[in-house]
C-alpha cells in the first residue's frame, strides 16, 4: 500500500507571523495518521520558523524551489546547502507559476531536482497542461514530455525518492477542479510512463499527487482513486480546518 501524501503550497503568502499562528493553531487541531503524510511548502523566509515550530511533530516542511548549484553568482535563488542546513524535508520543483513566470524548463527543473536529491531534500515535480493543450488533445504528449525529461535522466534509486504532481493548469486556483476521472487517467498514464522507464517496482511504489483546486468538499472523490496518492493544495492549504479536512478526507 503506497501512504498517501498531502502538501500545502502557500505560493507567496503569509509572512512568519501569520505562518507562526497557523503552526500554533494547526497543531492543536492536526494528529498524525498511520499512512498519511503532511507537508507545507512555505515562502523561504517562513522555513527556518516553521521548523522548529513543527519540531516534535510529523509536520514536514518543503520549500517552493531549490537552485541547481550549491552556491554561485545566482541573485534571488536559493541553494541545496542552505535549506539543508535549517532541515528543509522536501522541495516543490517546476510548479507551473514557475515554468509561467519565472522561465522554467523541462531542463531547470530536471537540474533543481538532481540537485535537491543529491542532499537528501525529496523533491516534489509539478507537472501539467494549459487548457489549449487539454483542448487540442495534446495534454498526454506534453505531461509525457515533462515526465520523460526527468525520469530518464534519473536512476532508479533517485527516481523512487520523488514525488509527481499532475497540476493541471486550467483547475490551479481557478476553483475548475480536474474530475476525478480526468485527474486519474493522467496520473496512472504517468505511472505507466514511470514504468515503462524504471520497471513495476518503481512505478507501485511511486507518490503521484493531484493539484488544482483541491478543496475538502472534493478531497474524498479524488483521493480515493486509485492512482492517486496525494494531493498538492495551494488556496485551500493557508486555513488550518481546511487543510486538516483535506487531510482527513
Ligand atoms: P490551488 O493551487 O489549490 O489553489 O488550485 C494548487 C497549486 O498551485 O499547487
New binding site residues.
Partial sequence: MRKKFICG?W?MYKTTASALEFAEDFKKIYKPKEGIEVAIGAPFTQLKALKEAFKGTEVAISSQNIHWEDEGAFTGEISAPMLKEIGVDYAIIG???RRQYFGETDETVCKRALKALEYGILPII?VGEKLEERDAGTHFDLVRRQCEYFLDRMTKEQAACITI?Y?PIW????GRTASPEQAEEMCAFIRGMAREIHGHELADKLIIQY????KPANAHELLTQPDIDGA?????SLKPDDFLAIINY
Avoid: D, P, R
Fill in positions: 503550497n505560493k510548479h507551473s507559476e509539478c504532481a497540476e483547475a490551479i486556483g481557478t493539484g488544482g483546486s483541491v498538492l493544495v495551494g488556496g485551500a
